[in-house]
């Protein structure tokens, strides 16, 4: 059996092949825990449906007290028609007919949501107030490398507080030291991001390039 030094597993995410695959294994790996089907999951893999189901089936032998959590927290909404936030205790009711899979993706999503928020705070408490949230990330203005590292660390704090002490890692985008832009890169976003520019420009906000 081999594996990835921790180097090695950096260079292989930033090749054409690893982003690839890392992003698909990513959708994956998300779906099957949010309750991806055996339809939609071979269709991601690009395989047959027994393929699929397959790795459902095996990731509910590797996985099981996962599996039985899960079930059992649906079930327990579905009595008490509501489901809570671990943290705060934010309430999603529940209607007569609801979504599993919204279900199974809320813990995921109201502690995600709670980690940014308290973050958001807590960084505003201490002066480093955030440009703007980017999905599940933060982007700031600051000024040196103190105040960088001042930001991670309460990012890290709200992180194991909503988590129970579990270490949440954070993340310094390296590309937007210095002042540069923020950009996506999935294409769709550069498309659309080439399409706003342009329209600055064609309106005069903005000086033409080139």
Known sequence: MCG??????KSWK???EGKSQRQR???LQLGIGYGMGVRSLSRGLGRHPMIGSEVIIRHQQR???????RAEMVQRAMLQRSIVSEYDGWPLLISHSPNKRTLYNFPMQSAGAEMLRLAANRLCNA???PSMLVHDGILFELDNEEQVTHAVEIMRGAGRDVCGGFEIDVDVDQKLIGGARYRDKRPVAESMWNTVMATLQAIGALPKVG
């Open 4 to 9: 990835l030094t921790s180097l090695d597993a």
């Open 14 to 16: 930033a090749t054409p």
């Open 25 to 27: 294994m990513k959708a």
């Open 63 to 69: 996985y099981p007290s996962f599996w039985a959590w």
């Open 127 to 129: 002066g480093l107030v």
